[in-house]
């Protein structure tokens, strides 16, 4: 068998419902804008040139939502990439309205999501969409009202497959009694395991689990926290960074798991895709959970 020539790839592939294949190590979009996921980017020829460099790596596989921006994060995608290569999954989310950084409120309104689809079709210039995300479920509304209106695009063909994210596993099993769902994301790292009941159940059913936040919020890179030191030390021992070493637990963790790390830097998706070579023993493993289990 031939070793992968791009980086990402050596992450595995994984086939979302089957049919859809992704390098397992994505990239997502959130740091691409501006603090908060608010606003333009500091910086927007190297934000363009971070996904750019990401498609040149490897990455299948592209995280975003309207609500990152708002609506910035898509256009980016569109300026730097389309007309897109084959092979190249977006996965978009609608759900959220943004009113400052940070400030979000979650609406699941048929017409508003009708609408979030329609939009996020025109900025990203597709005609369908590979994996639409419910961003997050409406308490105000019915879910059979809000994944009603993706079924609708569904069956029209303006979305193929549908995701839901921050989701226990009985909100999934009410979820799929009115559409399949075939990946899921949720908050989870190395020291932050709040949803190991629904990664295990999403391994059981064969769903894609895309952990968001793989670093707990960066506390994992915090220098002056002892379980941070620890594995700081253990990463330099196997010539790697705390990030690497976090993103490539989640991928030795579970075989549906589909890490998208974000950044604005090149240099740092750099380092995020290296971390796909990164192989280690089980007792090494260990040694990493143990060495995380303080980070809090």
């Known amino acids: 068998m031939n070793e992968p020539t791009l980086p990402a790839a050596a992450s595995g592939t994984f086939l979302i419902d089957g049919d859809l294949p992704v390098n397992r190590l994505g990239y997502g979009t959130m740091r691409l804008v501006g603090e908060g996921a608010w606003g333009e980017p500091p910086d927007p020829a190297e ?15 592209i995280d975003t939502a309207d609500a990152y921006g708002p609506e910035i994060a898509e ?3 569109a300026e730097a990439l389309h007309p897109y290569p084959p092979g190249l999954v977006i996965a978009t989310k609608g759900g959220i309205t943004r009113q400052g950084p940070a400030k979000t409120e979650y609406v699941g309104r048929v017409g508003y999501l009708i609408q979030c689809v329609e939009m996020s079709l025109r900025r990203l210039k597709l005609e369908r969409i590979e994996l639409y995300q419910l961003h997050r479920i409406d308490p105000r509304t019915p879910l059979e009202e ?8 569904q069956i029209q063909g303006k979305i193929r497959h549908i995701g839901l994210s921050e989701v226990t596993p009985a909100e999934i099993q009410e979820a799929q009694r009115i559409v399949p769902v075939v990946t899921v994301q949720n908050r989870y790292s190395l020291a932050d395991r709040r949803h190991e009941e629904t990664l295990t159940w999403c391994e059981q059913q064969g769903i894609g689990f895309l952990p968001w936040y793989p670093n707990a919020g960066g506390k994992l890179l915090k220098p002056d926290h002892p379980s941070a030191q620890a594995l ?15 993103l490539a637990w989640l991928l030795h963790r579970s075989p549906v798991m589909l890490p998208i790390p974000g950044t604005s830097k090149v240099a740092h998706l750099e380092e995020n895709i290296a ?3 990164l192989k280690l023993s089980d007792d090494d493993w260990a040694e990493v959970e143990k060495s995380a289990s303080l980070v809090a």
Do not use: K, P
Not at 47 to 61: F, Y
Not at 232 to 246: E, K
């Open 47 to 61: 934000a363009r040139r971070v996904l750019c460099r990401a498609v040149e790596l490897g990455v299948t596989l």
């Open 75 to 77: 256009r980016l995608i």
């Open 146 to 153: 809000s994944l009603g209106a993706l079924r609708q695009m």
């Open 232 to 246: 700081a030390r253990f990463a330099a021992r196997h010539s790697a960074t705390v990030a690497q070493l976090s």
């Open 275 to 277: 971390a796909a070579g």
